[in-house]
């Protein structure tokens, strides 16, 4: 028997009796990322409430399918929330699609936002429940956004599931190649959900159920369930798991492994025996409800989450992986032989490739490279040489950096728009970039912002000459007087602090995952809080996650010659060293595949 599973009788167990007075739920809708107003339904308490409950529904379904829920759970003086999520109930969209599981996750970011703005709750003082899909989503959002919540419920999580055809992921994938949006029909009926005729009946005719989910999104989910068992060390938030004890539409193994690697100093899991997958709608789901009361009394009686450990680089999971890679493989192991064959190959016929050659006399994590990488335009010595720099700037990493240079542009001009309410006509935007390399996004940037008032103003540090020599051709090449090249030290904390004129807006791009100790990222985080001042925006990256890091590790080399290993912080040790510095994170992009993030913070007074 698992360690934690624990047999009820649900016979004798009785939940603690909700008021008959909770009111109906008001109805409203919220902007989300992207423009499109997303329903929501809100239980709120007559006065003020100070603490929330979040629900994420299950695929397929609407946030009304939690009514029960929220009524025998009683929580009189909380606010309780539940949404639509797009293309699901009242919320619009193609029935059972989004454009990819991100976009699902962005959206109970804004959802979460949202809260905060017209509510007033503040973050830690939430609990977020999410059922089968939306467990996935909702588990997702709290590893990327690193929010500091109270409490994560997760009902029946849908980190795999039962697809019962060989092969199904694959197929899916080559699907998907040839038919964006395709979608299928769910086999799911509702008495493989429930064994409760009348609620298997109420779910066969909800006219706000659609059976439909798009490929895409089926396969997004395999993927990002597999990154959050990988990573399900990175949170920290207390956790209850519930499980189905006859689930036939998910796989209770893939939720043990997500449970044991979880780091929460707080955590339970409970398989609720003889349920399937609908525990929120079983018979004697009342076991459910009260497991579910019973963890959010006990959160509520601990205290606020504490700040994230950011020493987490002396002891953290993510500095035991960065020494695991820098130790070489044992000459026994087959992948120190097939990284062996793989570098040999980049080192000779990989050399065809411009962008592999470059690499090798650059360093791939140079900046002369990550311009490369920018420009995304293949070349090479002869047509296979080409070709081969086609499959080296397409591999995930470097789409992801491409991305990441999007994002990077997307909030340096949203700081930008934020900083020219400040000033006057005539005096200029102050920007900083402590590793440019070329700087070739923030040129593009400065290049829009032509004749705009005020002007915009860059200094684009490195320290290296190469570098900032090419940065100097591509910036006279573009017109551009407003960039000055110098080179400096992005972890000398004086020198930053001397920055002259202060900078309003101050970057630091792609530098401190390629460092594994904290201390220099400390050092540069003070120089910059002197640097910066009050009210004054800090644009940062970060990387929690690399599908290739291993690979990267045993087959690349760094600028310095030697072999680039990354040591990736989760996104909560690197808000919190952010944190101390003495900003306050303002938001945060990420990929769709949560290899880089792109945060803003403000500079809080002293």
Request: proline share 7%.
């Amino acid at each position: 028997m698992y360690p934690l599973e624990r047999r009820c009788d649900m016979t004798t167990l009785q939940l603690n009796p909700a008021s008959s007075s909770r009111s109906d739920p008001t109805e409203r809708t919220f902007t989300t990322w992207d423009g499109v107003e997303l329903f929501y339904r809100a239980w709120l308490p007559a006065a003020p409430a100070e603490k929330a409950l979040v629900l994420f529904h299950r695929g397929h379904e609407h946030s009304g399918r939690f009514a029960e829920l929220v009524e025998r759970l009683g929580l009189e003086d909380f606010a309780v929330f539940a949404w639509d999520a797009r293309g699901h109930g009242r919320s619009p969209g193609e029935r059972g699609h989004a454009q990819d599981f991100s976009s699902l996750v962005r959206d109970a970011e804004a959802f979460m936002r949202h809260i905060s703005e017209e509510y007033n709750i503040p973050e830690e003082n939430r609990v977020v429940l999410g059922h089968s899909v939306g467990a996935v989503i909702a588990a997702a959002w709290a590893l990327d956004y690193a929010s500091p919540l109270r409490g994560l419920i997760l009902g029946a999580p849908a980190f795999r599931v039962k697809l019962y055809v060989p092969l199904a992921i694959p197929l899916l994938r080559l699907l998907r190649r040839f038919k964006e949006k395709a979608s299928i029909k769910s086999y799911v009926k509702a008495t493989m959900l429930t064994g409760d005729p009348e609620e298997a009946e109420k779910y066969r005719k909800d006219p706000l159920i659609s059976r439909a989910i798009a490929v895409n999104i089926l396969v997004d989910l395999y993927d990002v369930s597999s990154r959050l068992i990988e990573n399900a060390a990175a949170i920290h938030a207390p956790v209850l798991l519930l499980a189905a004890g006859s689930d036939w539409v998910v796989k209770n193994g893939a939720q043990r492994r997500f449970f044991e690697r979880l780091s929460s100093p707080l955590k339970e899991m409970r398989v609720l025996p003889g349920f399937q997958h609908a525990i929120f709608h079983e018979h004697g789901r009342q076991l459910a409800f009260e497991k579910v009361r019973e963890f959010i009394q006990k959160v509520f009686d601990r205290p606020a989450p504490a700040e994230s450990p950011a020493n987490a680089g002396q002891d953290g999971f993510t500095r035991a992986e960065f020494d695991r890679l820098s130790r070489p493989l044992s000459p026994l192991s087959p992948r120190r032989w097939r990284y062996a064959a793989q570098r040999l190959l980049m080192k000779t016929a990989g050399r065809l490739s411009d962008g592999i050659r470059l690499g090798w006399r650059a360093g791939f994590d140079s900046g002369q490279t990550l311009d490369y990488v920018y420009r995304d335009q293949a070349g090479g010595l002869t047509p296979l040489g080409k070709l081969f720099d086609r499959w080296y700037l397409d591999s995930i990493g470097w789409r992801g950096i491409r991305q990441r240079k999007r994002h990077l542009q997307e909030a340096l001009r949203e700081a930008i728009l934020a900083a020219r309410k400040t000033r006057g006509p005539d005096r200029p935007v102050q920007i900083v970039d402590l590793a440019a390399g070329p700087g070739r996004y923030l040129l593009e940037v400065l290049q829009e912002q032509g004749g705009s008032r005020p002007p915009v103003e860059a200094l684009l540090r490195d320290r290296s000459p190469a570098a900032l020599e090419e940065g100097r051709r591509l910036a006279s090449a573009l017109g551009l007087a407003s960039a000055t090249y110098a080179e400096g030290d992005a972890f000398d904390p004086d020198s930053l602090a001397a920055l002259s004129p202060p900078p309003d807006i101050a970057i630091v791009s792609g530098l401190y995952e390629l460092f594994p100790e904290n201390d220099g990222v400390v050092k540069s985080l003070a120089g910059l809080s002197r640097a910066v001042p009050p009210g004054g925006t800090l644009i940062y990256t970060n990387q929690p996650w690399h599908p290739q890091q291993e690979l990267i590790a045993r087959v690349l080399t760094n600028r310095a010659g030697k072999p680039w290993i990354m040591r990736r912080r989760t996104q909560a040790e690197m808000d919190e060293l952010v944190r101390r510095a003495g900003f306050e994170k303002l938001g945060m992009k990420i990929d769709r595949w949560g290899i880089f993030t792109v945060s803003a913070a403000r500079r809080l007074p002293a």
